[in-house]
């Protein structure tokens, strides 16, 4: 084996073949000649890569490996470690992407000779990219003193030798997705295998983030994050032409300078990105941007507080010990230039707590607090928090103070339309719809910020221009907030909606709820007829799929456009609320087409273990299956959709077909059970199934509607819309 191979875990392996790691275990166990490992423990061994796959070739087991895997296991299993792994894939995919001749004339000599010439090539790349290794710095882009050191440092040959053999790999697959995609991928196979390593940004919040900063068609073009962690909010901005970032994580800061650097958006723009902590050694002292987008870290009680008391930066107040925060929004505004815009990411506690009540006392008095907006819980970690962006205004010299804040929710989001009265819109971590999160802040914040820029034409206050929307968002005059507390939470100012909508709406949904109660007394099922349990010989769906009278499909992969039925659409009976990836997580071969579902077809979800079974009906058809469902597509000639989505729905049968983990219940749709019998007596009882799922859809729109009615007017009686009669 070649000294320094690259090392591959049994889970490695898996993912190379294509298989679950039972499989690789059973390898093992069943053939002697299976490699033997060559590191990691008892419990968890690594083996050699070219061995592995040598082996598997041998067996049939595998043709050829992905080149993305073969990437990436060359990556995971560096000698050095994945990080600086990625580190120098980062700057050879640099020098690959702006000098591919100089790239092709260094890889066409030795490994020893390439990683000699590849220094040289790399430290002159890196010092125009980034500038020098050290730097005097003058304020505007470099250090606070002499000496201070750019994120990315140049390797030496030596660090460089035995990461040659991934370089050629990670150039050749460049060749085919491009440089920035592959170390997208790199990098977010990374993330994904240390998920407890990071605090990430999501896509979704950093897009609204950054068009808060952008808001009427003002590219922010100078922005800083001090707490950048991979980038994300610097990635999401359209235009800049200067991005500065500083992170505490020397690593967490190479891999955002590098990832900045082959972004194609920013490409033209200067990138100059630190590593040091922020708050106690500011890499940029005197420099003032456009914009300022943060995600700082939560709950810091050694941020600084006893070597920083005299700091300039705390212009509104020193922050006490437990205020962390209120000193990274200092930091913000001290950065600012007159009449920049800072975003910055908060626990909700920071709205309220009496030991920064003076400070956002002072925030308020001077105009710098222009808006603060509730997301709801699962926007961002930790997740099981409604989390708040705070909007910061730097004021201007001799500039009168706004007499207003912004207070935005939306952490109980409006249902979409498309949501049925059977259950309320999904919500939580991967469920949340971003663009009506967006939708509500913009729609709250465009109006406000342009009324603040533009001047109001008259004396009357910028609350009363149509922004309010009761429980969404209110214009909030600061007089009203600076009470012993100075409680910015937007729920504690925002009134809520009318109750029900009015007294009006309320009329209608008990209409409704009248109408509906008739429609369920007309729909309750017959007694039954009493009579002795039917026998029937029984088939499976396994033996149904197998004998060509359904088809059996999973959901959950394919990118493109379209809604996406849910697992918990399904178990709700509403309509499709999901979306398709617009890009594949793979970067090898064409992507793959989803799943769509069609009339007639019958779909169940494969956890919890609940017996729910749902017939798709022309309104749901098109759109594509999501996770966690499986769906069953019958031969109309051989059987009746709602008959087999009646059976499916038994007790019994869901019990015999169902296994059980230690925190969950998966179904086998290929064990639950059908009667054989003909087609005329399939559609008699699929005909009595129908009418027991509108029975139940009406159970639930009247338990629905009955609800909405009760809150409405305890809603209504207390705040004064409604009156007893």
């Not at 977010?188 to 068609?217: C, I, K, Y």
């Not at 970690?381 to 103070?401: F, N, Q």
């Not at 209110?474 to 009318?498: N, S």
């Amino acid at each position: 084996m070649p000294e320094n191979s690259t090392e591959v875990t049994a889970a490695g392996i898996a993912r190379l073949a294509g298989v679950g790691r039972a499989a690789v275990s059973n390898w093992r166990r069943r053939h002697a000649d299976f490699p033997k490992p060559v590191g990691g423990t008892e419990t968890s061994p690594s083996f050699a890569l070219p061995e592995v796959e040598q082996w598997l070739r041998d067996q049939g087991k595998l043709a050829e490996v992905p080149l993305r895997e073969r990437v990436w296991q060359q990556l995971a299993g560096h000698p050095a470690g994945a990080v600086p792994a990625l580190v120098h894939t980062g700057c050879a995919l640099l020098l690959v992407r702006d000098r591919p001749t100089a790239w092709l004339e260094i890889t066409a000599v030795s490994d020893e000779r390439m990683a000699k010439v590849l220094h040289l090539a790399l430290n002159d790349l890196l010092t125009a990219r980034f500038g020098p290794a050290t730097e005097a710095g003058d304020g505007s882009g470099g250090g606070r003193t002499s000496g201070c050191v750019r994120a990315v440092h140049t390797p030496t040959a030596d660090e460089l030798l035995p990461s040659v053999p991934l370089l050629r790999a990670a150039a050749e697959l460049a060749a085919g997705t491009g440089a920035r995609q592959a170390f997208e991928f790199l990098l977010g196979r990374q993330l994904d295998a240390n998920p407890r390593q990071f605090t990430l940004t999501p896509p979704g919040l950093a897009e609204l983030m950054a068009a808060l900063v952008e808001t009427g068609g003002r590219p922010a073009r100078t922005v800083l994050d001090p707490a950048t962690g991979t980038g994300a909010l610097l990635r999401a901005l359209s235009r800049p032409t200067a991005l500065y970032a500083q992170d505490a994580d020397p690593d967490l800061a190479a891999l955002t300078a590098l990832r900045l650097a082959l972004n194609s958006a920013i490409e033209s723009c200067t990138v100059a990105v630190r590593a040091g902590d922020t708050l106690r050694a500011d890499a940029f002292p005197q420099l003032a941007v456009d914009a300022v987008l943060c995600h700082p870290p939560f709950n810091e009680r050694n941020w600084g507080h006893d070597e920083l008391a005299y700091d300039p930066r705390w212009e509104y107040g020193f922050p006490a010990r437990t205020e962390s925060e209120l000193a990274w929004v200092q930091h913000a505004l001290a950065h600012l230039r007159e009449g920049g815009t800072a975003v910055l990411l908060m626990p909700p506690a920071a709205a309220s707590r009496r030991s920064g009540r003076r400070i956002r006392a002072d925030l308020l008095r001077r105009g710098a607090l222009r808006a603060v907006v509730a997301l709801p819980a699962g926007a961002a970690p930790p997740y099981g928090i409604p989390l708040h962006l705070w909007v910061l205004r730097k004021p201007g010299a001799g500039a009168r103070p706004s007499p207003e804040l912004l207070l935005v929710d939306t952490a109980e989001p409006a249902e979409p339309a498309a949501a049925t009265a059977a259950a309320p819109a999904p919500g939580g971590r991967d469920r949340l719809d971003w663009q009506a999160v967006r939708s509500a802040v913009l729609g709250a914040w465009e109006p406000f910020d342009r009324a603040e820029r533009t001047g109001p034409e008259s004396d009357t206050p910028l609350g009363r221009t149509g922004q309010d929307r009761p429980g969404a968002s209110r214009v909030v005059p600061v007089i009203e907030l600076l009470d012993d507390d100075v409680d910015l939470a937007p729920a504690r100012h925002l009134p809520p909606p009318t109750a029900g909508g009015g007294p009006a709406e309320l009329t209608r949904v008990r209409d409704r709820l009248a109408e509906t109660l008739r429609l369920t007394a007309t729909l309750t099922p017959p007694l039954a007829d009493l009579s002795d349990p039917a026998r029937w010989p029984l088939t499976t769906v396994g033996e149904l799929a197998r004998a060509g009278a359904l088809q059996l499909r999973t959901g959950g992969s394919g990118t493109g456009r379209g809604p996406v039925l849910m697992e918990y659409d399904v178990l709700g009976s509403t309509a499709p609320s999901g979306t398709l990836p617009a890009t594949p997580a793979s970067t090898d071969g064409p992507p793959e087409e989803p799943v769509l579902v069609e009339p007639g077809d019958v779909v169940v979800p494969v956890l919890g273990g609940g017996t729910v079974a749902r017939v798709i009906d022309e309104a749901t058809a098109g759109a594509a299956l999501g996770r966690n469902l499986q769906l069953l597509r019958p031969d109309p000639a051989a059987l009746d959709p709602w008959f087999l989505a009646g059976f499916l729905r038994g007790t019994a049968n869901n019990r015999q077909a169902s296994s059980y983990a230690s925190t969950a219940t998966r179904l086998d749709a290929r064990r639950l059970q059908l009667p054989r019998m003909p087609l005329a007596e399939q559609q008699r009882y699929g005909a009595q199934f129908r009418a027991l799922a509108a029975f139940e859809d009406a159970l639930r729109l009247t338990g629905r509607l009955g609800g909405q009615l009760v809150q409405g007017m305890y809603d209504g009686l207390t705040d004064g819309t409604v009156t007893p009669k």
